[in-house]
């Protein structure tokens, strides 16, 4: 299938990245089929491209935890609550946000949970009491998942992979310096703004957030496993080879065709 082929939605999130004041530009119309999906793996497995592909592909809202946080650090630290200024100083760190923290930051969002679009959930739950939380968010919204697509891939590879990630100050455009080069060194081949590295792919934070994930994330797979909404995707390749995947995975659940 060619990605080209996939329509695009036009939803700009705004309730989701600003909070329950901002309103979104362009609430998705009824879908055929509203799909409610949380994307797990390791950071840097790819969740976050495939998360937009699925997007388009479904019309589901892409709803990313690290958006909020990295959001949130673009405004003015007076406007920031204290708790959200504690939090970018996990995420500095590459450690997890605390739990109380994220788990406000989504009870004020329940009703994108609800989004009759459906929605894709990249980065939360990433503890079981996060996934114990999004059980009751989700009965409050009368609304029920239905997958839970692990990415899986080898950490030495995702370390190799979040290392050389480069990421454009301007369009956020991803390159990466063996991979996916740009054509001039440190600049954006789409709009000519500087590419530099995120702070938390830097290699002391790649190590905390990967042990971060080892030990309080990846349990989750036991947490869903039982209730059968687990889809497991190998994560090597290309992201159109693993977006074929992903929807192979999601027809074996009767999600797709
Ligand atoms: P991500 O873009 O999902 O890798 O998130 C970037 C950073 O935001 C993480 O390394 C954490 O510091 C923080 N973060 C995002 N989502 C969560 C979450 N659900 N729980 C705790 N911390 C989070």
């Not at 959200?84 to 450690?95: P, Q, R, S, V, Y």
């Not at 692990?150 to 590879?157: E, K, N, S, T």
């Not at 905390?208 to 090597?236: C, K, W």
Request: glycine share 8%; with cysteine.
């Amino acid at each position: 299938m060619s990605l080209d082929a996939v329509p695009t939605t036009a939803n700009d999130r705004a309730t989701w990245i600003a909070g329950p004041g901002a309103k979104c530009c362009d609430p998705p119309a009824v879908p055929v089929r509203a799909y409610r999906i949380v994307l797990l793996g390791a950071p840097g497995a790819g969740k976050g491209t495939q998360a937009e592909l699925l997007a388009q592909q479904t019309g589901a809202c892409h709803l990313s935890t690290g958006d909020i946080f990295r959001a949130a650090k673009t405004i003015d630290s007076c406007l920031r609550t204290p708790a959200m200024t504690a939090a970018l100083e996990f995420m500095h760190k590459g450690e997890l946000v605390p739990d109380d923290t994220v788990l406000a930051i989504l009870r004020e969002r329940g009703v994108c949970l609800g989004c009759r679009g459906g929605f894709l959930l990249d980065g939360f739950p990433r503890t079981v009491a996060q996934a114990q939380a999004l059980d009751g968010l989700l009965m409050t919204q009368r609304v029920k998942l239905d997958a839970v697509i692990d990415y899986r891939l080898p950490i030495d590879v995702i370390v190799a992979r979040l290392s050389g990630r480069r990421t454009c100050v301007g369009c956020k455009a991803v390159y990466h310096i063996e991979t996916k080069r740009p054509k001039i060194t440190d600049r954006c081949d789409s709009c000519g703004c500087d590419l530099v590295q995120r702070e938390d792919d830097r290699p002391e934070s790649v190590r905390v957030r990967m042990n971060a994930y080892l030990h309080s994330t990846a349990p989750l797979i036991e947490f869903y496993q039982p209730r059968g909404l687990l889809v497991s995707v190998d994560a090597h390749g290309q992201p159109w080879e693993i977006f074929e995947r992903t929807m192979r995975g999601l027809k074996g659940k009767d999600l797709r065709g």
